[in-house]
């Protein structure tokens, strides 16, 4: 594993993110981005900055912070997600945010 993965692997760690099969692939696909996704990467690991990003088809970090509630890697890979295929990817986040919330009142019950 290349520096950057490593050190990527060790910053989820420190986040709380259990060493389970997908951990690799969450690596690999923070060790992908280019762009501003990229440059989200970098400084999530360089300074533990709070990702931030305009609405795009009704969805940004606070959304995914609060409705799905990620942390910011995972935010960056939704930020990226939601470039690549807005329309689609947002339906996505927003039906996912709708079936936890379902979720959530069922437990309470």
């Given at each position: 594993?290349?520096?950057?993965?490593?050190?990527?692997?060790?910053?989820?760690?420190?986040?709380?993110?259990?060493?389970?099969?997908?951990f690799v692939n969450t690596v690999?696909?923070?060790?992908?981005?280019?762009?501003?996704?990229?440059?989200?990467?970098?400084?999530?690991?360089?300074?533990?900055?709070?990702?931030?990003?305009?609405?795009?088809?009704?969805?940004?970090?606070?959304?995914?912070?609060?409705?799905?509630?990620?942390?910011?890697?995972?935010?960056?890979?939704?930020?990226?997600?939601?470039?690549?295929?807005?329309?689609?990817?947002?339906?996505?986040?927003?039906?996912?945010?709708?079936?936890?919330?379902?979720?959530?009142?069922?437990?309470?019950?």
């Amino acid at each position: 594993m290349d520096e950057y993965k490593t050190f990527i692997s060790l910053r989820l760690r420190e986040s709380g993110y259990p060493d389970t099969p997908g951990f690799v692939n969450t690596v690999n696909r923070l060790a992908s981005l280019q762009g501003e996704a990229k440059v989200m990467v970098d400084g999530w690991l360089r300074n533990d900055e709070k990702v931030c990003f305009p609405e795009i088809e009704g969805i940004n970090a606070d959304y995914l912070r609060k409705h799905l509630e990620m942390k910011e890697p995972a935010i960056i890979i939704s930020y990226a997600m939601l470039k690549a295929d807005p329309l689609a990817n947002s339906e996505y986040f927003k039906n996912l945010a709708t079936k936890r919330n379902i979720f959530k009142q069922n437990k309470q019950l």
